[in-house]
């Protein structure tokens, strides 16, 4: 079937955006304090992806070794809503345990103060090339289909939905997906218990998991007591009392495939009811509990990535190498969890790593730049850098970087990164 419509331009900028998480935030405050005409395009109808359509929290990581290694527009963030009330840091690592409902208000807030236009609420549905070159993209919402034109484009969908939709070489799934997870909120838990002292990541290297439920489930399991696939689970503190929420249900997902996202959401959804009610009769402190919130969306882990001029590798990432062309830091462990059972593989790095340009940009595209979690990495490396603090730092470095091309009229491959790096350590980002 062919299809032919007329679409309007409803808007020329200097760059747009898609995708409203934490890369896509980090990107716009950083463009639009620098007087670049930003657009953000998202799909829902508030801010921060995974962390408040999908609960994912906490924001994972500022600090290791000691001492703070993520700074510049994330450490803005984050003292905005420690200011608003709505997080606090859990030493020594400082994830940053938060207030969903918080953070979409601080994400809307620090937009607009930048002077970002929002187009909320609406999909990206396609791009449009001209003579080789990435000139709008098709956006879909309740006045139809729509066209955004722009000398830059930053990819922050999390599943590389423009760069794919472009025709941009994707890396290969070297081996299965990590897989996804349904998180959930929970009011009335006692969490003065000494044993729920995980609500409170208050050591360094090692995995926050409520081991106590844990053993429970796997007991009751062993009891022949049915208990669906699970993997932590991770509690994390909302700042009110007795809520917090939950990251434990697992299902094998294909986040580009809607109906195998559709069947694993339903599957996760039943799985949250039967744990939740097993937890209630078995575990003391959730005795009293009731489950308040679903996520609205599932959280993902992995889908695509882009292949990029470099391709970050996890030995990189374990080993601590540094580029000369280092725009962002990450301290997460490489974090790879199983998607047949239970398991979970854990690798902690010497100290923190870091991530560089090159694998923000490609070679073919002379006015995209890729941000957060769908960056050029492998399946290791990426497994660490996937958490919330370094996609948004990577987002404020493609940021920077449009802003930096657009005065000097000069491609994403062809940056002064000596200017680069010296513009993202302005903002106080800590690339020693």
């Given amino acids: 079937m062919n299809y032919v419509k007329d679409i309007p331009v409803i808007g020329k900028f200097d760059l747009v955006i898609c995708g409203g998480g934490a890369a896509g935030i980090g990107a716009a405050i950083a463009a639009a304090e620098r ?62 345990s938060f207030d969903p409902e918080v953070y979409k208000l601080a994400a809307y807030r620090m937009l607009m103060q930048a ?29 139809g289909l729509q066209a955004l034109e722009a000398d830059y484009f930053i990819d922050a969908t999390g599943d590389a939905d423009l760069a794919w939709q472009a025709g941009l070489e994707m890396l290969p799934q070297c081996r299965d997906r990590q897989p996804g997870s349904l998180c959930f909120c929970l009011s009335g838990v006692d969490t003065s218990t000494k044993r729920m002292h995980i609500i409170h990541q208050r050591n360094h290297r090692f995995n ?51 109906q195998n996202l559709q069947c694993a959401e339903a599957k996760m959804r039943e799985d949250i009811f039967t744990l939740v009610k097993l937890m209630r009769e078995h575990v003391e402190e959730f005795r009293n509990c009731r489950i308040t919130a679903i996520a609205p969306s599932v959280g993902i882990r992995e889908s695509r990535r882009v292949k990029g001029v470099h391709i970050l590798s996890g030995k990189e990432y374990v080993d601590c190498v540094k580029f000369y062309d280092s725009v962002a830091r990450a301290c997460h462990p490489v974090d790879i969890h199983l998607p047949g059972d239970e398991g979970q593989e854990l690798t902690f790095p010497k100290d923190a790593g870091y991530i560089p340009f090159r694998s923000l940009i490609t070679e073919r595209e002379p006015n995209l730049l890729i941000a957060g979690r769908c960056i050029s990495a492998d399946a290791e490396a990426f497994a660490a850098i996937r958490v919330q603090a370094p996609c948004m730092e990577t987002g404020q470095a493609a940021g920077v970087a449009v802003a930096i091309c657009k005065a000097d009229g000069v491609a994403v491959q062809n940056i002064d990164i000596t200017k680069l790096v010296a513009e993202i350590r302005k903002e106080g980002s800590i690339i020693e």
């Fill in 208 to 258: 926050h998991q409520a081991v106590f439920v844990r053993e429970k489930l796997l007991a009751l399991r062993e009891q022949g007591v049915y208990v669906p696939q699970f993997g932590g689970p991770w509690l994390a503190t909302t700042m009110n009392d007795g809520c917090i929420t939950v990251n434990m249900t697992r299902s094998p997902i294909d986040a580009t495939n809607v």
């Fill in 115 to 143: 002077g970002v236009t929002l187009y909320m609420n609406t999909f990206l549905s396609d791009c449009v090339r001209e003579n080789g070159i990435l000139k709008k993209v098709i956006i879909s919402n309740k006045e």
């Fill in 35 to 96: 007087g670049v005409n930003t657009a953000l395009v998202e799909r829902l109808s508030f801010l921060g992806g995974m962390a408040t359509a999908g609960f994912v929290n906490p924001m994972s990581e500022f600090a290791y070794n000691g001492r703070f290694i993520t700074g510049g527009i994330p450490r803005r963030f984050a003292d905005t809503l420690i200011a608003l009330g709505g997080a606090q840091f859990e030493e020594p690592r400082c994830n940053l």
